[in-house]
């Protein structure tokens, strides 16, 4: 495997293209004969035309890893072409509700019909931390899912986050270079007012995109030291001061990768299966596994700006962990997480239940067994998604992202919609 943080590319690199078609024959998802990707390659360079490509991809990255050159950076080339189709076009209405730096969104609806305790515990965290010591940056997903990080593991730990400090992952997958080049300058000015000795980062989208793509791409550099929570969670399960006293018995887990750690090697691959085993689970592993893993679906919303391919995507994903056998699929992104929850809502077939890294530890930690709130959650997204969202994909309507840089970085001062 070539995953390299190198794989970053400011712009596709046409004149060392070979147009070999390893990165879309190769490609987990449209997976095409080599003929008919070579010619698909040849198409979008020279015309900006695809059969397949632009409207499949699910801007997974693994097309940076299979570049027979291993600097092309075949997904630069793709999401370029989506950022010049927003540019003209522009995004429809419906996605004003999923997006970042929107309001209101399906998400703070969901949100606002959670448990008082949940939305205290929301409240509580929308600070910047100024004490120093080791804080936790909760993003976007885990502010969906509060109860995750309710933890003795994380005693100690200043935990801060709200949807108005988000990364902007989304808008990066989907080619929205600009409007993502003044999220990480305002973040950038954020992150100088913190006072604190390293950042724990449980979503490892927004652990690349602070420390890789910002200032590879943007030359912006954030002035803080992050640790992804894997690393961390894995370091103290290895040092004891974890100690796994209830470890699960006669169970068995596929596991979903997500799409960030492709780029970073096999390193948080191996920390993950090494975590989910500590609990005392034995892993069987699906048909698309570590870089050649399918996306959620999340990504998929970006090709075609369809939620419905997005869900289609997720299911498929969850009908690949059905085949495994497994008693569960056990992921370790909160973004993974939810919307792999709420697509396994939408499918009129069983499918197995939807388990974050982290629940499985307070469990084999004899905290808190597994139960039901992930499924609340994908309830409460979907019953908004369903209200609010799906009557405006009807809407012939566009829009075009505003100055994001003026959003004020605590949600509590947002003006209610």
């Known amino acids: 495997m070539a995953g390299k943080n190198e794989v970053f ?100 609806k969901a949100r606002d019909k959670y448990p008082r305790d949940q939305q205290a515990l929301i409240a509580s965290w929308d600070h910047l931390p100024t004490g120093g010591g080791t804080a936790l940056y909760a993003g976007c997903n885990m502010i969906l899912q509060p109860y995750m990080l309710k933890s003795k593991l994380f005693d100690g730990v200043d935990i801060f986050g709200s949807g108005n400090l988000c990364c902007g992952e989304p808008l990066f997958r989907m080619g929205l270079r600009d409007v993502e080049k003044q999220i990480a300058e305002r973040l950038r000015d954020i992150f100088a007012k913190m006072k604190c000795d390293e950042i724990i980062m449980p979503c490892l989208a927004g652990y ?22 894997l690393d961390w969670l894995h370091a103290r399960v290895k040092a004891g001061e974890v100690p796994i ?27 993950a299966r090494d975590l989910i085993k500590a609990t005392g689970i034995e892993i069987v592993e699906m048909e698309h596994t570590r870089e050649n893993a399918l996306c959620c679906g999340m990504g998929g919303v970006a090709a075609n700006y369809s939620v419905t391919y997005g869900l289609k995507c997720g299911i498929k994903r969850l009908k690949e962990a059905k085949a495994t ?63 609010y969202l799906v009557p405006r994909t009807l809407s012939k309507k566009r829009f075009w992202y505003k100055d994001v840089s003026g959003w004020p970085p605590l949600a509590s001062s947002n003006k209610k919609k």
């Open 9 to 108: 590319r400011q712009e596709f690199d046409a004149a060392n293209c070979t147009r070999c078609g390893d990165c879309f024959s190769r490609c987990p998802v449209v997976h095409l004969p080599v003929d008919e990707a070579k010619r698909e390659i040849g198409d979008i360079i020279d015309k900006h035309e695809s059969r397949h490509v632009l409207g499949q991809c699910t801007s997974c990255m693994a097309c940076k890893l299979y570049c027979s050159t291993s600097s092309c950076d075949p997904h630069a080339l793709v999401t370029a072409i989506w950022g010049n189709r927003y540019k003209e076009k522009g995004l429809p209405v419906s996605l004003e509700w999923t997006l970042p730096y929107q309001l209101p969104t399906v998400y703070t």
């Open 208 to 229: 690349y995109m602070l420390t890789v793509v910002y200032p590879k791409i943007f030359g912006i550099s954030i002035d803080a030291k992050f640790k992804p929570l």
């Open 245 to 271: 006293t209830t470890p699960f018995k006669n169970t068995q887990a596929t596991v979903h990768d997500n799409c960030w750690p492709k780029i970073g090697g096999n390193h948080f691959f191996d920390v």
């Open 325 to 387: 056998g497994a008693d569960f699929l056990v992921d370790y992104c909160g973004g993974c997480n939810w919307f792999l929850g709420t697509s396994r809502l939408m499918s009129v077939e069983r499918l197995p239940e939807v388990y974050h890294v982290l629940q499985l530890l307070q469990q084999a930690t004899g905290e808190m067994p597994l139960d039901g709130k992930n499924k609340t959650v994908a309830r409460k997204i979907m019953a908004a998604t369903m209200r």
